[in-house]
């Protein structure tokens, strides 16, 4: 069993939609991110969270630490959301980062 | 103010050889991570460099090796490069352990 465990897999959506992405974990942890992979590799990262939620424009990222998940938000989804976007487990001992598997997100117009 | 940057964008080399890769982390940060992206896979876990020390590494041989710079710049070698070795290879940092790390726009690797 993986440590970062994310779902879908994949996921295809119509513009406008209401989108969830969500990841569990399995380690002690001591924050998250959520990144986001664009075609051709570049990550960049959404937000670093250890409690509570946290929101940039139409993304919302929440977790809860007693049950070891965490869940990405896309309100009012747009063609430029498709992206890979992967959750990553910074653990308690801060020596290493653990990635999930990546959700493929595809919005469509 | 200038993100993390990596060279070259991409490398071509043949099976047998060493490949360098280099990161120039984000002003004023000094932990460096380097992470492997294979065709396929999800990102892993390579190294981690902190005010010049080497702090963890993951399950990589040896022939995967590297170091950080005074200037906190770092760089990934790969010795004995094999078929397997081509990857998107990715440099993070950040301003101190345990806080946002923040992604380098990677290496494409390619060994033939």
């Known amino acids: 069993k993986n440590e970062v465990e994310q779902s879908p897999q994949n996921l295809t959506a119509q513009e406008g939609e209401f989108i969830t992405i969500n990841c569990s974990y399995s380690v002690g942890i001591s924050a998250l991110h959520w990144l986001q992979q664009h075609p051709g590799g570049g990550i960049v990262s959404l937000f670093m969270l250890s409690s509570g939620k946290k929101k940039h424009g139409r993304l919302i990222a929440t977790i809860n630490i007693q049950e070891k998940h965490s869940s990405l938000h896309i309100t009012a989804s747009h063609p430029r959301d498709s992206a890979v976007y992967i959750c990553a487990a910074l653990k308690t001992s801060y020596d290493k980062v653990i990635f999930g598997p990546g959700t493929s997100l595809s919005v469509i117009p | 103010e200038a993100g993390v940057t990596q060279s070259p964008t991409h490398l071509i080399k043949t099976r047998g050889q060493q490949a360098t890769l280099r990161c120039s982390p984000i002003s004023g940060h000094t932990s460096v991570y380097w992470y492997q992206q294979a065709l396929g896979l999800g990102l892993q876990f390579l190294l981690w460099?902190?005010?010049?020390?080497?702090?963890n590494r993951g399950n990589f041989p040896p022939r995967f090796s590297g170091r950080q710079f005074p200037n906190y710049s770092s760089e990934l070698n790969v010795n004995a490069l094999e078929l397997e070795d081509s990857a998107l290879y990715l440099c993070?940092?950040?301003?101190?352990?345990?806080?946002?790390?923040?992604f380098g726009p990677g290496t494409r690797l390619t060994v033939t």
């Open positions: 993070a940092s950040s301003l101190e352990t345990g806080v946002e790390q923040y």
């Open positions: 460099y902190d005010e010049g020390e080497e702090r």
